[in-house]
């Protein structure tokens, strides 16, 4: 069993920066592809960015490619998303998932992720 703990959430400015961090419990964090999905109210959860378990390798959604980077600290259990030039319509609840070893090219479908966090709010003023 693995419990997922979003923050750093918040409101911010169009333009502005968040890093969102999501915690794992367990002791086998470094098995497990991360990734971060978002969702907005009357629409369907949508995927942002995964890192992999063994290599290190990255995928991002298109519209927040050069905008968003995720990484991993295995000693700390923690996925970071840090997100810069914030717009309006990155407004969402952000959730961190976590697949078992799964790997990075079917990271887009929240169907493969095995556990999910409670998700951590992201408002973008414009």
């Known amino acids: 069993q693995v419990q997922l703990v979003e923050s750093g959430g918040g409101l911010v400015q169009a333009g502005g920066s968040l890093r969102l961090s999501c915690e794992a419990s367990?002791?086998?964090?470094?098995?497990?592809?991360m990734g971060w999905f978002r969702q907005t109210p009357g629409k369907e959860r949508e995927f942002v960015a995964a890192?992999?378990?063994?290599?290190?390798?990255?995928r991002y959604a298109d519209s927040v490619k050069g905008r968003f980077t995720i990484s991993r600290d295995n000693a700390k259990n923690t996925v970071y998303l840090e997100m810069n030039s914030l717009i309006p319509e990155d407004t969402a609840v952000y959730y961190c998932?976590?697949?078992?070893?799964?790997?990075?090219?079917?990271?887009?479908?929240?169907?493969?992720?095995?556990?999910w966090g409670q998700g951590t709010q992201v408002t973008v003023s414009s």
């Open positions: 998932a976590a697949h078992f070893r799964g790997t990075i090219v079917r990271a887009t479908s929240e169907n493969r992720y095995d556990y």
């Open positions: 367990g002791r086998t964090f470094s098995s497990y592809l």
């Open positions: 890192v992999n378990w063994n290599d290190g390798s990255t």
